[in-house]
């Protein structure tokens, strides 16, 4: 079974874990850390920035599938040129840094020109932009989905100031996300996966809220040492599993 292969079955499978270097993230030793973390955590795949260098080394180091982000086609149509298996549209967070936002019309721009310039024969993830509307969410959604999309991701963190410490905090830093993903993947076929503010508390809950995979990034980021980010991915591997073996039943909201 080759990369892309085991990739989709572990989007049926609802266990797919990713593991996110970072859109702006271009410290190619916090790269290398993060993706060996990745690897021997047991996670599914990794998504990294857009450069040349850091896709070589990422390829280099691991036999996971390789995401790559960009919001800019022509960086993206490099990377599948370079080995990127998936072509990631997002991770807005970058853009969120420096107060701007993005609209579901610029996703619509930037993914269209992605497709003209990178083809057909690479899977494409793109993100819906948590801080819209969620009609206008569901929308994009379905648009994307008639391009051709392979895999929506959800978002939220960025517009929720938790303010609770603990379990509850980490529960409302990712309601927003988890919220999108419910009503997302009500109204549209292709995998959902749900990213921004997913810890070890809050993967289950997105993955029993219908989300075929879900994306840690901060997470495991923060973390100083390899050892420690090998233990919290493989913390959440474990509990995305762990979804499945329980049998717990689907979030419904009616």
């Known amino acids: 079974m080759n990369r ?12 797919c874990v990713k593991v996110i270097a970072g859109i702006d993230n271009f410290d190619i030793e916090k790269v290398k850390q993060v993706v060996t973390a990745a690897q ?12 040349k260098d850091i896709i070589e080394i990422t390829k280099e180091l691991t036999d996971m599938p390789v995401f790559v982000s960009s919001i ?11 080995g990127a298996d998936v072509l990631e549209i997002g991770n807005f967070d970058a853009l969120y840094k420096k107060g701007l936002r993005i609209t579901a019309q610029e996703v619509i721009d930037i993914t269209k020109r992605t497709i003209d ?5 690479v899977m494409i993830s793109v993100t819906v932009p948590g801080h819209i509307d969620i ?5 994009l959604a379905q648009e994307l989905e008639t ?17 609770s410490a603990g379990a509850r905090g980490l529960i409302e830093k990712a309601q927003v ?9 009500r109204n549209i076929e292709i995998p959902v996966m749900t990213a921004s503010g997913i810890s070890t508390t809050t993967a289950p809950l997105a993955i029993a809220a219908g989300a075929s995979a879900v994306g840690i990034g901060s997470c495991v ?12 991915v493989r913390s959440i591997v474990e509990a995305v599993k762990n979804v499945k073996l329980s049998g717990q039943e689907k979030i419904t909201v009616q």
């Not at 892309?4 to 266990?15: A, G, V, Y």
């Open 135 to 139: 009609s206008e969410q569901i929308a």
């Open 72 to 82: 800019n086609p022509e960086e993206l149509a490099m990377a599948a040129k370079n």
């Open 117 to 121: 310039l990178a083809g057909n024969d």
């Open 177 to 185: 996300s988890i919220a999108n993903t419910i009503e997302l993947v």
């Open 40 to 51: 021997q955590g047991g996670a599914s795949a990794v998504d990294v920035a857009a450069r």
């Open 221 to 232: 980021n923060k973390l100083n040492s390899t050892l420690a980010m090998i233990a919290e």
């Open 147 to 163: 391009l051709g999309i392979d895999l929506i991701q959800t978002e939220g963190a960025a517009i929720t100031e938790p303010k």
């Open 4 to 15: 892309i292969e085991s990739l989709k079955n572990q989007l049926r499978e609802k266990t």
